[in-house]
């Protein structure tokens, strides 16, 4: 008669025998990893320029202020660094001193992008409390795509009229913004939305001057 093993016994050589394969195949092995780094670029704009052109209109006729009446109103505009966490100058300051009806001055810029993502650029925007004869004018389409190093010019037009109701010795102040952004975020430009931008009058002055 054969004699059966005990239950537990059985168990116990099960044990044996699993952990004796776990010896056995101890596997050799190897690990693979994928790493990497990622670099962004940057969305970066600045001003070039400013130029500035100054004429006047006698009795309706633009023409260069006469020499002896250049001084009595002066137009002056410089760009500045006005965010020193990115490249280039940020902000346009404009400074007209004598201003009179029918005096102009023309203060020409360009936006470039410095940085690496293509971008579209709004035109100028007034801000609130901007005379209505200060005007902009951009020599591209609104949200015109700027790719990295191109650059597109605008101007600001300072000139009032006596109609205007502008006053004596008073103070005026205006503001324009330009947005620029990551061209995939951003509306695109309309082909058929042609641009015609202010320039000085043809034969009044030949170069606007820095
Ligand atoms: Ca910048
Ligand atoms: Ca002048």
Not at 82 to 109: M, Q
Request: glycine residues 8%; contains cysteine.
């Amino acid at each position: 008669m054969t004699k059966r093993l005990p239950l537990a016994f059985l168990a116990i050589l099960l044990i044996v025998l699993l952990a004796g394969l776990g010896v056995a195949y101890g596997l050799w092995s190897e690990t693979l990893t994928i790493s990497g780094t990622v670099n962004t670029g940057e969305v970066d704009v600045g001003f070039s320029g400013p130029w500035v052109a100054e004429w006047v209109e006698v009795n309706g006729t633009p023409q260069l202020e006469p020499k002896e009446k250049d001084g009595a109103a002066e137009c002056s505009a410089k760009a500045i660094d006005s965010d020193l966490t990115s490249d280039g100058k940020e902000t346009i300051e404009v400074t007209v001193t004598g201003a009179y009806p029918s005096y102009h001055c023309l203060v020409k810029f360009d936006i470039s992008n410095l940085g690496t993502v293509p971008v579209h650029i709004s035109k100028p925007k007034p801000g609130e409390g901007t005379p209505s004869w200060v005007e902009a004018s951009a020599c591209y389409p609104e949200w015109y795509q700027l790719h990295a190093k191109d650059s597109a010019w605008a101007s600001i037009l300072i000139h009032f009229t006596n109609k205007d109701g502008v006053n004596e010795n008073d103070k005026y102040k205006f503001t324009f913004t330009i947005q620029a952004l990551q061209w995939n975020e951003a509306p695109s430009a309309s082909k058929d939305s042609v641009s015609t931008c202010f320039a000085p009058p043809e034969g009044i002055v030949p170069e606007l001057q820095e």
